[in-house]
């Protein structure tokens, strides 16, 4: 069985902070797929990035950055000076093979950031 | 404008009703998804379709049931046979399997009292 780990439930920074959101996985599979999306307050999930488990290099997309390690099987999630409009609940989730030819996607429970002004 | 459409927003229901909640795409996505989401919780999958005219049960199918008759349309309904209804539910849709991201409507809220 997978399974994703979130083990932040609550962060809250100060605007202009950085904050890392901690992402841990488990699976057996050598071939799978890592989420985040962003759950803003009006309930809608957006997708922020996807990643395959042979694709180890970081990636920046503006004040956004993730960290692969399979080596830890972690995934997680850096913004950079947040902003007030990153408050949101950021889930990760993962996408591994359950047989028969299909995959399996499974939601972390999500990360709830406050950005103070 | 391309998108998915849930309604309505905020749904009201007595105990024992059945309520069928909608989802519209216009993405010419062949799989559609509905989640359940609680407070605290993550995204819990109910129902899913990969084609017209068929799908499957996710993890809490039991006092759900859905059609996939079109395309565009997905609806999920919430029998009187679920004993906790109330929650966010959202509907999502994937160009391909979930190996790919999926794409989520704005969601609807239902309350049973």
């Known amino acids: 069985a997978q399974k994703v780990t979130q083990a932040q439930t609550e962060i809250s920074v100060v605007e202009k902070e950085d904050v890392t959101l901690d992402c841990v996985y488990e699976?057996?599979?050598?071939?799978?797929?890592l989420f985040w999306y962003k759950q803003p307050p009006s309930g809608e999930l957006v997708f922020l990035i996807r990643?395959?488990?042979?694709?180890?290099q970081n990636e920046i997309s503006g004040r956004y950055s993730w960290n692969f390690q399979k080596s830890t099987s972690s995934f997680n999630f850096t913004i950079t000076a947040s902003q007030v409009v990153d408050s949101a609940v950021y889930f990760c989730?993962?996408?591994?093979?359950?047989?028969?030819?299909?995959?399996?996607?499974?939601f972390g429970k999500g990360t709830k950031l406050s950005v103070i002004p | 404008d391309g998108g998915i459409t849930q309604s309505p927003k905020y749904l009201f229901r007595k105990e024992g009703q059945n309520v069928t909640l909608s989802c519209e795409q216009n993405?010419?996505?062949?799989?559609m998804y509905w989640y359940r989401q609680d407070p605290g919780q993550g995204l819990r999958l109910i129902y899913y379709?990969?084609?017209?005219?068929?799908?499957q049960k996710g993890d809490i199918a039991e006092g759900y049931s859905v059609s996939r008759e079109k395309k565009e349309s997905f609806p999920l309904t919430v029998t009187s046979a679920q004993k906790n209804p109330t929650a966010f539910y959202l509907c999502?849709?994937?160009?391909?399997?979930?190996?790919?991201?999926?794409?989520f409507g704005p969601g609807t809220r239902l309350t049973v009292t």
């Open positions: 993405l010419n996505h062949d799989a």
């Open positions: 999502a849709t994937c160009p391909g399997d979930t190996t790919y991201e999926q794409y």
């Open positions: 379709s990969q084609i017209v005219n068929d799908f």
């Open positions: 990643r395959n488990s042979f694709d180890e």
């Open positions: 989730a993962l996408s591994g093979y359950s047989g028969a030819g299909s995959y399996q996607l499974t």
């Open positions: 699976t057996r599979d050598t071939t799978y797929y």
